[in-house]
């Protein structure tokens, strides 16, 4: 049980985690390009693993078929996805890319469902609907208003890098099961690095560090530490103990936290939609995750008990 607890609150830790990565990366992406981003990012996170891996590294000799596995979610996760998420935010704004990004518990589910991984109830779809409608009232119609025409370009392309995620949500759980979700993250990471390799030292002459802005460098350690190396570990532990829709609807938090953030950091003014926004998206964790039904089992327990 308190494995299960730990994993919601790892699930939701990453999420977190995820939403300051929206803004730090358009913070970065007028520096850099979408490829460069994923490619630097993911160095760094493979050096975060590089004194862990090691102890980690399974005892017993892995087949030929599962590191084929593991670099093809390496290449699925680390690689597609990431590009088109940095792609995106050089069409779409921070919150318009995080209300995209939120799709993934829908997507998710709709591949889960069609392949026979989890079976569709009543309370995953309803909390799947109260957190994204709870995305779309916090932001509201600037999300989605007009002013920009390669805003259809942006959101096609977050779109298809939540696709890959949501793939991967669902047919990776028992890799990591089997060989634990910190070996997989850091060897999937490091097939990503290597796959990617080539390309860039192809477009930049070799394998020199860009020139970036000292902010920009911070932007990119922040992303390849916090919101790489600690958020996807976080998440895929939280994967090996929890369904895949229910580990992906904490991801529905991640356009709420860039808002928040932009309010701290930015002086942004905290908006009546922004609560109800958070209020609904809590909602949707709540019932989609079965937490709702739980508390309300104990409270009904406790309201008989004390009669």
């Not at 996760?77 to 890319?97: I, T």
């Not at 949501?166 to 759980?173: G, K, N």
């Not at 529905?252 to 998206?281: C, D, H, K």
Request: charge should be positive; glycine fraction near 10%.
């Amino acid at each position: 049980m308190n494995r299960i607890v730990l994993a919601h609150a790892a699930a939701a830790a990453a999420a977190l985690s995820a939403g300051a990565a929206v803004v730090a990366t358009r913070f970065v992406i007028g520096e850099t390009d979408p490829v460069s981003l994923v490619f630097y990012r993911y160095v760094i996170s493979v050096a975060c693993f590089a004194p862990v891996l090691p102890v980690i590294w399974p005892r017993e000799a892995l087949a030929a078929s599962e590191y084929v596995k593991i670099a093809l979610f390496g290449i699925l996760f680390f690689v597609f996805f990431p590009w088109a998420f940095n792609a995106s935010l050089q069409y779409n704004p921070a919150a318009r890319g995080a209300v995209g990004l939120a799709t993934i518990p829908i997507q998710t589910l709709v591949v889960a469902v069609a392949f026979g991984r989890e079976p569709l109830t009543a309370a995953k779809v309803a909390g799947v609907l109260l957190a994204f409608a709870g995305i779309v009232v916090a932001f509201g119609m600037a999300a989605f208003g007009r002013g920009n025409s390669n805003y259809l370009t942006g959101d096609g392309l977050m779109l298809l890098g939540v696709f890959c995620a949501a793939i991967y949500s669902v047919f990776s759980r028992p890799t990591l099961m089997r060989h634990g979700p910190l070996f997989v993250t850091a060897l999937a990471m490091v097939f990503a690095v290597v796959a990617l390799s080539p390309t860039i030292a192809f477009r930049q002459g070799g394998l020199a560090l860009p020139a970036l802005s000292a902010k920009g460098w911070m932007a990119v350690v922040f992303l390849g530490t916090i919101a790489g190396a600690g958020q996807f570990s976080l998440f895929m532990w939280a994967l090996r103990w929890l369904p895949p829709t229910t580990t992906v609807l904490y991801l529905t938090l991640n356009p709420i936290a860039a808002m928040v953030l932009g309010i701290v950091v930015l002086g942004e003014q905290l908006t009546a939609e922004l609560v109800a926004g958070m209020a609904l998206v809590l909602m949707g964790i709540l019932v989609g995750s079965g937490a709702y039904a739980t508390l309300r089992r104990v409270a009904l327990g406790g309201f008989a008990g004390s009669g």
